[in-house]
């Protein structure tokens, strides 16, 4: 099969032949049909993810039919179209037992502990707790911006933030997470503040439900938010991962208002500082989010068939395998709007 597969971290990442993967006994084989690309994959390809071995073919926003099975799976079988969380739980752990796959104590990660979906095929694990069917509407490509980022927001914004309509919610970032994140808090009937260093990206912030923007460049993060909103964000989204957004983040927020945590910091940064006076004198919250378990994808399929989310419209470009290794390159540019998704092979 063609794959995309870099041999060091920051070396060139080449598209090359390699052996076709098999299932094991509980997994499968999809045959990739879309796949983002998500700074997450930048971040491994960095070197920042202790979980990657060389060589490596990234690759975690996938969608497919299945192409084999492992002789253990029941649930699926050959054709069957599906989607899958970026984490997936063993199922036997004591937090997927307490359905909290996202944190399993055994988790697969595609892309980065094992191969991804920078590949005509991608193996598995875990199949018959993780694979998301999914629906004749939605479309391979959609499914595969669904993957990461809006995932990963849906459940900051629903599960951890619960946020509710009438609330005040800042997004700092205006990337993949950022307008997932967005979207999602607009149509549960939260007040949006878009928070990013680019106008154009503002500007498509406020087309998909931001009620108001902050050009972080040439205003006061902080002091807009507060004005905005009359007193500071319910909660507050970090959706990109940087020590100065999260300290706006955590500052901007009302009193016991929550910060979600979602963007990953660069290598050097994971200790960043936090306003601890504000936080204890507010009684804030702080909350991480890390991806979203297989059992609520019905929720974000629901209010799509319904059209109360449109994930399709934060799709910016699709590209082909031979396109990824630059896109992956460039992705610290910040360059791009919207969701860059792979849809061939």
């Known amino acids: 099969m063609r794959a995309a597969v870099y041999d060091a971290f920051r070396a060139p990442i080449e598209i090359r032949n390699v052996v076709d993967p098999r299932p094991s006994s509980t997994g499968v084989v999809i045959r990739v049909k879309a796949c983002g690309i998500c700074r997450s994959d930048w971040h491994g390809w960095m070197g920042n993810d202790p979980d990657i071995h060389l060589p490596h073919v990234p690759g975690h926003e996938l969608a497919g039919e299945i192409a084999d099975v492992g002789r253990s799976v029941t649930k699926w079988k050959v054709g069957d179209r599906v989607t899958l969380p970026f984490v997936c ?8 037992d307490a359905g909290a796959q996202q944190i399993c104590d055994r988790q697969f990660q595609p892309g980065f502990t094992a191969w991804g979906g920078f590949a005509e095929f991608v193996a598995i694990e875990y199949a018959e707790e993780n694979l998301v069917r999914l629906p004749n509407e939605i479309d391979f490509v959609t499914a595969a911006s669904l993957g990461c980022r809006f995932a990963t927001s849906f459940r900051a ?71 905005i909103t009359s007193g500071g964000a319910h909660v507050s989204i970090e959706a990109l991962g940087h020590p100065e957004t999260l300290h706006n983040s955590v500052s901007s927020l009302r009193k016991r208002g929550k910060h979600i945590q979602v963007g990953i910091m660069e290598a050097g940064l994971h200790n960043s500082a936090i306003p601890v006076d504000k936080i204890i004198a507010k009684e804030l919250e702080i909350l991480g989010s890390h991806g979203l378990q297989a059992h609520r994808y019905s929720e974000i399929f629901d209010m799509v068939a319904c059209g109360k989310l449109k994930p399709e419209l934060l799709i910016g470009k699709t590209v082909s395998l031979d396109e990824a290794p630059e896109e992956i390159a460039n992705m610290n540019s910040y360059a791009s709007i919207g969701v860059t998704v792979i849809d061939s092979f």
């Open 157 to 227: 914004v629903v599960d951890r933030g619960k946020v509710k309509a009438g609330q005040w919610v800042a997004v700092h970032g205006c990337g993949g997470v950022g307008l997932s994140a967005i979207m999602i808090a607009a149509a549960y009937g939260a007040r949006v503040v878009a928070v990013d260093i680019e106008n154009a990206k503002l500007e498509f912030a406020k087309s998909i439900g931001a009620e108001a923007a902050i050009n972080a460049s040439s205003e006061n993060v902080i002091d807009g938010i507060n004005q």
């Open 89 to 96: 739980g063993c199922g036997a752990c004591e937090e997927c």
